[in-house]
């Protein structure tokens, strides 16, 4: 169990037997009276927020999250079959755990986990994955002057903005967590 005053922003906490994180954190000392610890938490379920006050005498639970390095294996439409290479079994994860991630999975991926009771709950992929272009218009020649870019897509069909000197069949690095371009990799 955490005590109020362990509380700080990106705390892992349970409140009604929903797992939150910590987003933002205020304490609080009136003139008399006990210490007042106000936080925003983020549900790591739904992603809804809420407000809470904490008295320094309070109890928090700690929730029963446990981080599991997977790798993915393939996908049955909108279900991730992942694999636990230490006791080989096949976890399946929905589509809307992955949400935009989907169009960074490569084969034989290793992602990290966050299992909340046993469920997945979030899924944390490498931060950098390497994706050829398949369909680009070609930049025009001097047109430099300024970061300017084009729209890109990716094998499989991801829309990405690139610089003009990006074209098809180039691979590029993309950053997983923003989803945008971060460097060329290699040239067609």
Do not use: W
């Amino acid at each position: 169990m955490y005590e109020a005053s362990d509380l700080r922003k990106g705390l892992k906490i349970e409140l009604d037997g929903e797992p939150y994180i910590v987003t933002e954190f205020d304490f609080c000392k009136p003139g008399k009276g006990q210490a007042l610890y106000r936080c925003k938490l983020k549900s790591m379920i739904t992603g809804s927020t809420l407000d809470k006050t904490f008295r320094s005498v309070d109890k928090i639970d700690k929730p029963d999250l446990e981080e599991k390095t997977l790798i993915f294996s393939y996908d049955e439409g909108e279900t991730y079959i992942f694999f636990d290479p230490k006791t080989h079994d096949e976890v399946r994860i929905s589509a809307d755990i992955l949400g935009d991630q989907t169009n960074f999975l490569d084969d034989n991926m290793e992602c990290s986990v966050l299992f909340y009771r046993e469920r997945p709950i979030e899924i944390t992929l490498p931060f950098f994955v390497e994706k050829k272009i398949a369909e680009t218009e070609p930049g025009a020649r001097g047109d430099t002057a300024t970061n300017v870019t084009k729209p890109a897509r990716i094998e499989n069909g991801y829309e990405i903005q690139v610089p003009l000197f990006v074209n098809i069949g180039d691979t590029v690095r993309i950053d997983t967590r923003t989803g945008q371009y971060a460097d060329r990799v290699s040239k067609a």
